[in-house]
């Protein structure tokens, strides 16, 4: 056996009969915290039992386990899943958050020559190993605030060549830390320079889709979803349509972007063709709100986003009154630069009214469900990965009322081995 952690007081299991997600309406019954538990996790690295010490130790003696850490008077919890992040760039964007604390907008910004198109030329200059290293400093601050499985977007190379290196720096990330990465193609990020949308969209889909998914094919890439920034001004939603389908064809989930800065009935384009998740949503219509209810498409809420250029918050409360199933992500870039998702649970339990519990739920359990990992990430259950942390905290309530601290945050736990020790 890999792993024992003895003697938890609070166990914040979030679901323990193996649901795919939680709405907002089953987590008054569903939403699992025991106490006074161990927890065994096996060779594999998957949770073999879940039960008082006794039970545990009748079958498994201590001595048969690599490691014991016993959590008397500790919070122990899932770990976290981030949705949403572009994590491999080069070239800070310090300078614009000085022009956004002079009242420039994002579009302004995008106008002046920041925004993505500055990000994409430094991104484009600078080689593999610069974007490597830069991606797995990252990476390792993300594990130390808790985060274990990671969302990663390409999407600053917006021509091939680059996109497909972005595509190969994630891979190569995936073989030299411990921090689990879901890889998403997002070569329909923004506009060219000098190119049009149709142009954009035609490479996209003749030309890149194609190319990236030859080298998934032969297993040098692992690619798990497309995302387009689907926005007015960029690729409206006919030719969002097109990219997103041309994915799909090559069963790649669909996970995009939409009514961040405008409403153009993306939700209801990306509910049509049976879009997995949907992700910033500021401008949501009342319909979309229903369609997404009625399909589980997954409401990917960014926090830092709308606190960062100060938009109209995403209707939250609505949605999940309404039984949409809502999500999490830092949305990690260099415009939003967050990599905790304990900052994120707190931004969103105080900018959006939702409570501890649906913010917990919303970085693990319905995290992984945009992912489509649920079934083996986002809880702590038996047969699931042993992906844990333990705080040195009286409640498990602390974890999200102190606002991003890591200091309690004693041990980050991946399949069931000690990645993170304070």
């Not at 917006?158 to 830390?177: D, F, G, N, P, S």
């Not at 509910?271 to 910033?280: P, R, W």
């Not at 649920?374 to 844990?388: A, F």
């Amino acid at each position: 056996m890999k792993l024992l952690i003895k003697n938890v007081k609070e166990l914040v299991q979030v679901t323990s009969k193996r649901q795919k997600f939680l709405l907002s309406s089953e987590i008054p019954l569903s939403f699992t915290v025991a106490k006074n538990l161990s927890i065994a996790v096996d060779k594999d690295g998957i949770v073999k039992k879940i039960a008082p010490l006794s039970d545990i130790l009748s079958i498994h003696p201590e001595s048969e386990f690599d490691t014991v850490i016993d959590a008397t008077g500790k919070c122990v919890i899932p770990g976290l899943v981030d949705a949403h992040t572009h994590p491999v760039w080069s070239g800070d964007r310090v300078h614009e958050f000085a022009m956004k604390l002079k009242g420039a907008s994002y579009m302004d910004i995008h106008k002046a020559g920041g925004g993505i198109g500055f990000t994409v030329k430094e991104t484009q200059k600078a080689s593999k190993d610069e974007l490597l290293n830069l991606f797995l400093a990252r990476l390792k601050s993300m594990l130390a605030h808790g985060t274990t499985l990671v969302e990663c977007k390409s999407g600053y190379g917006l021509h091939l060549e680059t996109e497909e290196k972005m595509l190969h720096v994630i891979e190569e990330a995936k073989k030299c830390q411990p921090v689990e990465l879901s890889s998403t193609y997002c070569g329909a990020h923004s506009i060219p320079e000098s190119s049009s949308e149709k142009a954009a969209t035609d490479d996209i889909i003749n030309n890149q889709i194609p190319h990236l998914a030859s080298l998934c094919n032969k297993g040098v890439l692992n690619i798990d979803s497309i995302d387009v920034f689907c926005e007015k001004g960029v690729f409206e939603v006919a030719s969002s349509k097109k990219i997103l389908e041309k994915g799909k064809e090559q069963n790649w989930m669909v996970n995009f972007h939409a009514e961040e800065l405008n409403y153009i009935g993306g939700v209801e384009m990306g509910v049509e063709i049976g879009a997995d998740a949907i992700s910033h949503l500021e401008e949501i219509s009342d319909k979309g709100i229903e369609m997404m209810s009625k399909s589980k498409a997954v409401a990917v809420i960014l926090p830092t986003t709308a606190h960062i250029l100060k938009l109209k918050h995403p209707p939250v409360r609505s949605m999940l009154e309404k039984g949409v199933v809502v999500a999490l992500g830092s949305d990690f870039n260099p415009n939003a630069h967050c990599m905790s998702m304990l900052t994120v649970m707190n931004l969103a339990c105080v900018m959006f009214r939702m409570s501890m519990e649906e913010a917990m739920t919303a970085a693990t359990i319905n995290s992984a469900a945009s992912l489509g990992r649920s079934t083996t990430h986002g809880s702590i259950e038996e047969g699931k990965v042993g992906d844990m942390l333990v705080f040195d905290v009286p409640r498990w309530e602390h974890i999200i009322y102190q606002m991003g601290v890591v200091e309690h945050l004693e041990f980050v736990i991946k399949k069931g081995v000690v990645v993170v020790q304070n």
